[in-house]
């Protein structure tokens, strides 16, 4: 990163350096976390300005039209990032903050890492000469303590070598994403309740964290296939109330916490735009090996996440799980670490996960998850914060002074 891609004062207007980036199927902002100000208020104040989100208070009708995020969860992500240089020869770390943003209301979602967006992050340092090969890049996420290797690769000419995913339009640079000891990351336990299935109201759950904490309901049990289109699901209110109960009861009982270590309430749970996931499972019609429809949980998502494929497809390997129960054609852990390839049939196609496992006292020990996406730079430039306050404009031209 160059010295001139710093915040600057232009007509009297601040102006925040920012790399608007897709990573998989979500969009958002990656930051030089060198130029953000050490103040949590005031770094959340200047999220507000450059998403677009009401400064204060609630507004529904908000459409995002002064800033750059784009409606819902999955476009409203934005990573503080830098290089942390090493200096025992284990090789630099790009450590990245996440903050999930909504489009109605000003509150910031520290909780949950964002494996769609993470794709981007090697891009991110690449491109703003942080790092200069595309050599496997450790990223460790601050939120959830998670590292991944990061791993692009280009071809002797130095362009990328590119990959199509589904939900994204044409190849672009391809990333793969291993995530490493992704069990327990919010929770410390591959089952978060000690139960491989739970009934809640009645229905069929599994409470899985690996990446994530996810909830898998059976589709059948909800009356549904796990093959409806997600407009369908999202205007359908009695099955949206029945899910919202679900996960909220789930995370009750799988003790998820706030940032600062205490319980999140049922209230907490309620407004969630992040943990736990949530998603309803069938048997695949493709030639994949589960069929899936997954949340945010408060919205339905256009295919599926990263953090949440890696979850589905360990929770097949979880023996009695409902995603086991439904899933076809994996094959049988064996004692020795071995690669367990997962197809996930979503409304955007058929993604594939990576998971490998071995069977250790009837549970699978998880050693890593991969999953591939890709990712490019939308843009890069300055943002004016026309409306900057007098303590966020101090805040950054104090970083910037030193």
Request: hydrophobic share 40%; proline share 5%; net charge neutral.
């Amino acid at each position: 990163m160059t010295e001139l891609f710093a915040p600057r004062l232009r007509h009297g207007v601040l102006e925040f350096p920012v790399h608007h980036m897709r990573g998989g199927t979500s969009t958002g902002l990656v930051l030089w976390d060198r130029w953000a100000p050490a103040d949590v208020a005031l770094r959340e104040e200047l999220l507000r300005h450059l998403m677009g989100v009401p400064l204060a208070g609630q507004n529904d009708r908000n459409k995002q039209i002064t800033g750059l995020g784009r409606g819902g969860p999955t476009s409203n992500k934005v990573f503080f990032a830098d290089i942390e240089r090493s200096s025992d020869g284990d090789g630099d770390v790009l450590v990245s903050t996440l903050a999930q943003l909504a489009h109605n209301h000003g509150a910031i979602d520290w909780s949950v890492n964002c494996g769609n967006m993470s794709a981007a992050l090697q891009l991110w340092a690449l491109d703003s000469g942080m790092v200069s090969s595309a050599a496997d890049l450790q990223i460790r996420n601050t939120n959830t303590g998670v590292t991944t290797v990061s791993r692009m690769q280009t071809r002797p000419d130095g362009s990328f070598v590119a990959a199509e995913i589904p939900g994204v339009d044409g190849a672009w640079p391809a990333v793969d994403l291993f995530m490493q000891s992704p069990v327990g990351a919010k929770t410390g336990r591959l089952l978060p309740t000690g139960s491989a299935v739970d009934v809640i109201d009645g229905y069929s759950v599994s409470c899985v964290d690996v990446a994530v904490p996810m909830v898998i309901c059976d589709a059948a049990e909800l009356g549904k296939t796990a093959r409806e289109s997600i407009a369908e699901l999202d205007a359908d209110p009695i099955f949206k109330q029945t899910l919202k109960r679900l996960w909220v009861t789930a995370g009750l009982r799988m003790g998820l916490q706030r940032r600062d270590g205490s319980p999140m309430t049922e209230d907490d749970l309620a407004r969630s735009e992040t943990i736990p996931k949530i998603c309803i499972v069938g048997q695949p019609q493709a030639s994949g090996n589960i069929a899936v429809r997954y949340f945010t949980p408060q919205m339905g998502h256009a295919s599926m996440a990263v953090s949440g494929g890696c979850c589905l497809a360990a929770a097949c390997l979880v023996p009695g799980s409902v995603a086991q129960r439904v899933a076809r054609g994996l094959p049988v852990l064996g004692g020795e670490f071995g690669d367990v390839e997962v197809g996930i049939e979503n409304p955007a196609g058929i993604l594939d996960a990576t998971v490998v496992a071995r069977m250790t006292g009837g549970l699978p020990e998880i050693r890593s998850a991969a999953y591939r996406r890709s990712a490019q730079v939308l843009l890069r430039g300055h943002a004016p914060l026309y409306r900057a306050s007098r303590a966020l404009m101090a805040g950054i031209m104090e970083r910037v002074a030193r």
